[in-house]
């Protein structure tokens, strides 16, 4: 079965960090692309960051952009996204897809959603 685990979510004040990780499991990670969305509650899913299969093209939503950091390993088949100084409104399930080789913008153009990790900042 091909899927994508997301983790590393929690609680945590503002101004703080949190790694997320996206594992692939059942495909290698090498031919995709791999998208961060997130949706808070009665907010429509929305895009964080994204990198293409090469890991050479990497876009960041405006309102992340400096804060966050989207890396690849595909040695361990795993995506990670590293968010720094975080704010309350970043508060939302962060979920993890793919899609071959290039990014998109739109959230239909993935496929193979993970269950989504809670993130939730707060003081």
């Known amino acids: 079965q091909l899927q994508l685990v997301e983790s590393g979510g929690g609680l945590v004040q503002p101004g703080g960090s949190l790694r997320l990780s996206c594992a692939a499991s059942g495909f290698t990670l090498d031919f995709y692309a791999i998208g961060w969305f997130r949706q808070a509650p009665g907010k429509e899913r929305e895009g964080v960051s994204c990198?293409?299969?090469?890991?050479?093209?990497?876009n960041y939503a405006y309102s992340v952009k400096g804060r966050f950091t989207i890396s690849r390993d595909n040695a361990k088949n795993t995506v990670y996204l590293e968010m720094n100084s975080l704010k309350p409104e970043d508060t939302a399930v962060y979920y993890c897809?793919?899609?071959?080789?290039?990014?998109?913008?739109?959230?239909?153009?993935?496929?193979?959603w993970g269950q989504g990790t809670q993130v939730t900042v707060s003081s």
């Open positions: 897809a793919r899609r071959f080789r290039q990014c998109m913008s739109s959230p239909s153009e993935f496929v193979s």
């Open positions: 990198i293409s299969s090469s890991g050479v093209r990497i």
